[in-house]
């Protein structure tokens, strides 16, 4: 469990975020006196810290301290390469309550688009949730992983435990991404109407593969967003 205490610090500071704590580029406390406030090491704490760094939650200067960001105003949420927050801490820094519910969890057999995506199996995991942000739902989410890697994973409710929790806990986190961004024409109705979203109208996608720090593609996903609800912000070449 001791990997787990970063993320359990993470969660707290997050929680004295949305508190009110701290303000728009407030200047966070230290790392000595958050360990003593919410009783963890201050290396434990370090390393939560670092993570709302990487996450655009707190940003750094250099001799002054840590600071919380400014995200928290606008209306809509942002995703892609370019955006500073995952989708659920950018739900949680509006004050928002980010919430998600299984919509299914089954096993899928020797599925062509899955065997391809995946050649050394062919039994799969497809984990199909609904997100939202105080009961507003904002995003549809299919994630596809591998039976044979993640063999416990029907004994989990990730309605309420984060699917890369568990995949941590396996050792088998994702931590690169190979993403493709794109819009398409809704055609099943009745998938697309959780969130709200007509036959004929165009959806926002982000689909994306994850892979272990050593290079093991573990995580087949399709994200799908009402445009309304939500930003793009993509890097491009030119």
Same mark, same amino acid.
């Given at each position: +469990?001791? @990997?787990?205490?970063?993320?359990? *610090? @993470?969660?707290?500071?997050?929680? +004295?975020?949305?508190?009110?704590?701290?303000?728009?580029?407030?200047?966070?406390?230290? /790392?000595? =006196?958050?360990?003593?406030?919410?009783?963890?090491? !201050? +290396? %434990?704490?370090?390393? *939560? $810290?670092? &993570?709302?760094?990487?996450?655009?939650?707190?940003?750094k200067k250099r001799g002054a301290g840590?600071?919380?960001?400014?995200?928290?105003?606008?209306?809509?949420?942002?995703?892609?390469?370019?955006? #500073?927050?995952?989708?659920?801490?950018?739900?949680?820094?509006?004050?928002?309550?980010?919430? &998600?519910?299984?919509?299914?969890?089954?096993?899928?057999?020797?599925? #062509?688009?899955?065997?391809?995506?995946? #050649?050394?199996?062919?039994?799969?995991? =497809?984990?199909? !949730?609904? !997100? /939202?942000?105080? =009961?507003?739902?904002?995003?549809?989410?299919?994630?596809?992983?591998?039976?044979?890697?993640?063999?416990? *994973?029907?004994?989990?409710?990730?309605?309420?435990?984060?699917?890369?929790?568990?995949?941590?806990?396996?050792?088998?986190?994702?931590?690169?991404?190979?993403?493709?961004?794109? *819009?398409?024409?809704?055609?099943?109705?009745?998938?697309? &109407?959780? $969130?709200? +979203?007509? #036959?004929?109208?165009?959806?926002?996608? $982000?689909?994306?593969?994850?892979?272990?720090?050593?290079?093991?593609?573990?995580?087949?996903?399709? &994200?799908?967003?009402?445009?309304?609800?939500? %930003?793009?912000?993509? =890097?491009?070449?030119?």
């Open positions: +469990m001791g @990997k787990f205490l970063y993320l359990e *610090a @993470k969660r707290k500071i997050v929680e +004295m975020i949305q508190g009110g704590v701290f303000g728009s580029n407030d200047k966070i406390l230290s /790392e000595r =006196e958050l360990a003593d406030i919410l009783g963890y090491s !201050r +290396m %434990t704490v370090k390393k *939560a $810290i670092g &993570s709302l760094v990487e996450d655009g939650v707190l940003y840590t600071f919380l960001s400014n995200e928290g105003h606008s209306n809509r949420f942002e995703v892609g390469d370019e955006s #500073p927050l995952s989708l659920t801490q950018g739900i949680r820094i509006k004050g928002m309550e980010s919430s &998600s519910f299984v919509e299914s969890f089954k096993l899928v057999y020797d599925d #062509p688009e899955l065997m391809a995506v995946f #050649p050394e199996y062919f039994e799969f995991f =497809e984990l199909i !949730r609904v !997100r /939202e942000a105080n =009961e507003d739902k904002v995003s549809l989410q299919i994630a596809y992983f591998p039976f044979r890697l993640f063999k416990d *994973a029907h004994r989990y409710d990730f309605g309420s435990f984060s699917l890369y929790d568990y995949m941590e806990y396996k050792n088998k986190r994702p931590v690169k991404f190979k993403k493709q961004f794109y *819009a398409s024409r809704v055609e099943d109705e009745k998938q697309f &109407s959780k $969130i709200n +979203m007509r #036959p004929g109208e165009y959806v926002l996608c $982000i689909e994306y593969y994850g892979y272990t720090d050593q290079n093991e593609l573990v995580e087949y996903t399709k &994200s799908f967003f009402n445009p309304e609800k939500i %930003t793009f912000n993509v =890097e491009t070449d030119y």
